[in-house]
C-alpha cells in the first residue's frame, strides 16, 4: 500500500510541475495482448496432476493517467495510474485478472516525436477468476508485485501512441479447490502476467 501512495504522490507532484512548463498530464488507454504462467491441475484421491505450460494470449483493455516531467530537453519520468484488465486461456478455460498498475518510466527522446523508455511497473491485484465451474478460488499470494515496462512511443501534438512489453517479475499463484466434498480437483495458477500492450495517448 505504501509503493501505491508513493506513485499517486509522483503522479501528483508531476500534475503539479505540468502546470509551469512543459511538463504534461494526461490520459492513456487502449488493449493489452496477455497470458500467464502454468496452470496446475490435481486430482486429490489418486494424486495425479496435468500441467498446462503457459497460456494463449487473448485481449484485455487499460484505462488511466499519466504524467510526464521533463528532465531535460531528451530525458522524462513518466509515472502513471491505470486499471488494467486482463485475460488468457488455458484449454478453453479463461482467466481475468484486474489490477492496477503504477508504472514509474524513465524515457529518452532518440530524435523528433520519437522516444524509448523503460522501468519498474508495481501491480496491485483487484481480483482473478478461473472459468471452471464448482471451484474456488483464492486471492492471489502476494496483493503487490513488482513487472518491469519497456517500449517506444510517437508524440504528434496533443495525441501520442506508443506500445510496450510488460512482464511481471515476482512469483505470485492462486490456488484453488472443488466446492463440493464430492469434487476432487484442486491445483494452482501463475497469475504473473507477459503482455504486449499498445495505447492511445491524449495530452489534456
Known amino acids: 500500500m505504501r509503493k501505491i501512495l508513493l506513485a499517486i504522490c509522483i503522479l501528483g507532484s508531476t500534475i503539479a510541475f505540468s502546470q509551469k512548463s512543459k511538463n504534461a498530464i494526461g490520459i492513456r488507454a487502449g488493449v ?8 496446475r491441475i490435481q486430482d486429490v484421491i489418486d494424486a495425479g496432476e496435468d500441467i498446462v505450460e503457459g497460456s494463449e494470449s487473448k485481449v484485455g483493455f487499460h484505462l488511466g493517467f499519466y504524467g510526464k516531467l521533463h528532465l531535460t530537453n531528451s530525458i522524462y519520468i513518466r509515472p502513471e495510474l491505470v486499471y ?5 486461456e488455458y484449454d478453453d478455460i479463461d482467466y481475468d485478472i484486474q489490477k492496477i498498475d503504477l508504472p514509474v518510466l524513465l524515457g529518452y527522446r532518440i530524435i523528433g516525436p520519437l522516444s ?6 508495481f501491480q496491485y491485484t483487484l481480483d482473478n477468476d478461473l472459468g471452471i465451474d464448482d471451484i474456488e478460488l483464492s486471492d492471489v499470494e502476494n ?3 513488482l513487472g518491469l515496462n519497456i517500449g517506444a512511443a510517437i508524440q504528434l501534438g496533443r495525441v501520442g501512441l506508443d506500445v510496450r512489453y510488460e512482464r511481471g517479475l515476482s512469483e505470485n499463484e492462486a490456488e484453488f479447490v472443488g466446492r463440493n466434498i464430492s469434487d476432487n480437483l484442486a491445483g494452482r495458477v501463475d497469475s504473473r502476467v507477459s503482455q504486449i500492450i499498445f495505447s492511445l495517448t491524449l495530452k489534456l
Not at 493489452?32 to 496452470?39: A, P, T, V
Not at 524509448?116 to 511497473?121: E, I, L, R
Open 143 to 145: 496483493d503487490i508485485t
Open 32 to 39: 493489452n495482448y496477455s497470458s500467464n504462467g502454468d496452470l
Open 116 to 121: 524509448v523508455f523503460a522501468g519498474p511497473a
Open 84 to 88: 488494467t484488465r486482463t485475460t488468457s
